[in-house]
């Protein structure tokens, strides 16, 4: 499978790592991200962590004794306040937690956001785990923006993957991590201790099914799709749409013309009272920082989206 992986990412961003010293597989991104601070943390080092976050990275900083640094994002479509990032830099900051597409925001880094943090990178030494699970998830034209297409920043990075995103396949807990050979040695002395090896027969399943491009490659179109089709279904209700999701399967709308409730009580509410659920936006944030948003996930069959839309037509009630 890491030859099939080392293929897969020479034709897409003609980049120059080894099967054998670069890419690590594991059971999952989420054990991946853990093994990689695992590798790097020492007490009261600072790891800078651009919330809203997905929810593994704070818990797994603080396991290891570092401390997070939480630097917000803008929302509603959550792009990058560089000034910010830079501001939250300083002699004991060890490394950032980047990703790409981002979940739960939808915002996809830009040319620009990888030149900004190439910046930081080159006045200081910083570890880059990159968290690019949802790589093939982009929309309207966009281009996922890889470390690995960025030697500078691959040069001290943990680039992290899943077969969940990518395959349909969450719960099978197959991921990567491709890092240069000085890092890649550090994260096996560690995942030699967490997990060991990994499903071997899930390997060559996979290996094969890596041979064919056309489902990764096809991915943003039948993504594209399903936000398409989402964002048609629910057109006449009552949140408030600030931008389609440009990435990931998951929409961010606003509700405040709905209810005054705080995000948590809202989402509650909506699943109890309306039977469709979403996510607040707090629940990504270690200060729980409610912005009065909740985070819609489309990966659905079309038949369950058009349920949950007739469902929401009920909130045309309650204006
Ligand atoms: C941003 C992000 N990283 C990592 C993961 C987890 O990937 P895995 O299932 O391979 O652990 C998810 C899954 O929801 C995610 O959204």
């Known amino acids: 499978m890491r030859e099939a992986l080392e293929m897969k990412y020479r034709s897409l961003y003609g980049c120059h790592f080894h099967a054998e010293t670069n890419i690590t597989i594991t059971p999952g991104a989420t054990y991946a991200i853990y093994t990689a601070l695992a590798t790097i943390i020492e007490t009261g080092d600072e790891v800078i962590v651009l919330e809203p976050a997905y929810d593994s990275y704070i818990p797994n900083i603080i396991v290891q004794g570092g401390i997070p640094v939480c630097v917000p994002l803008i929302a509603p479509t959550f792009a990058v306040d560089w000034q910010k990032v830079n501001e939250a830099v300083t002699s004991r900051t060890k490394a950032i937690i980047m990703n790409t597409p981002h979940n739960p925001g939808g915002y996809v880094w830009t040319k620009e956001d990888m030149l900004e943090l190439k910046k930081i990178v080159q006045r200081k030494q910083i570890y880059l785990i990159s968290d690019e699970v949802y790589e093939h998830l982009t929309f309207d ?19 992290i993957y899943s077969f969940g995103k990518v395959f349909h396949a969450t719960g099978w807990k197959m991921g990567y991590c491709i890092a240069p050979d000085g ?10 201790f967490l997990s060991f090896s990994c499903n071997t027969p899930m390997q060559y399943a996979l290996a094969e099914y890596l041979k064919h491009p056309e489902p990764y ?29 440009r990435g990931t399967y998951f929409q961010t709308l606003g509700y405040d013309k709905i209810s005054s409730l705080g995000d948590k009580e809202f ?53």
């Open 141 to 159: 034209g966009r281009k996922h923006e890889s470390v690995l297409a960025y030697p500078e920043l691959y040069a001290n990075a943990f680039v």
């Open 183 to 192: 890092l890649s040695n550090e994260f096996r002395k560690m995942h030699q």
């Open 217 to 245: 490659l096809q991915l943003p179109d039948f993504y594209e799709a399903k936000r398409d089709f989402f964002m048609a279904l629910i057109r006449d209700l009552p949140f408030t749409v600030h931008e389609s999701s």
């Open 267 to 319: 989402a509650a509410w909506l699943t109890r009272e309306i039977g469709v659920a979403c996510i607040p936006f707090s629940a990504f944030y270690q200060s729980g920082k409610d912005d009065h948003l909740v985070r819609f996930c489309f990966a659905k069959k079309e038949e369950t989206l058009i349920q949950a839309a007739s469902r929401l037509k009920k909130l045309n009630a309650f204006l």
